[in-house]
Nanobody, 120 residues
């Protein structure tokens, strides 16, 4: 089992940057694929980016490709999302989520979320 805590959200102007962090408890962080999701007011939660347990593969939603970068440091039980060229439509609560690599396609573990607000 793993517990996740996000940080790094805030208010930024359009065109600016933020880096979100997600730290995990437990000694088996490197067994989990990790992803970022987001949910804007009145909208469904959507996938943003994901990274495999080793960091060898990354995946992005088309809406953030080329602007966001997902990375991880297994030695620090940490996941990051570098967000550049932010747009007002990126405003949402961002969540990190984890799933056991190779055992399930469902993200079973979720953090509490961190708010990102992009002003125009």
């Amino acid at each position: 089992q793993v517990q996740l805590v996000e940080s790094g959200g805030g208010l930024v102007q359009a065109g600016g940057s933020l880096r979100l962090s997600c730290t995990a408890s437990g000694r088996t962080f490197n067994l989990y694929d990790i992803a970022w999701f987001r949910q804007a007011p009145g909208k469904e939660r959507e996938f943003v980016a994901a990274i495999t347990w080793s960091g060898g593969s990354t995946y992005y939603a088309d809406s953030v490709k080329g602007r966001f970068t997902i990375s991880r440091e297994n030695a620090k039980n940490a996941l990051y999302l570098q967000m550049n060229s932010l747009k007002p439509e990126d405003t949402a609560v961002y969540y990190c989520a984890a799933r056991r690599s190779g055992l399930t396609t469902r993200y079973d573990y979720w953090g509490q979320g961190t708010q990102v607000t992009v002003s125009s």
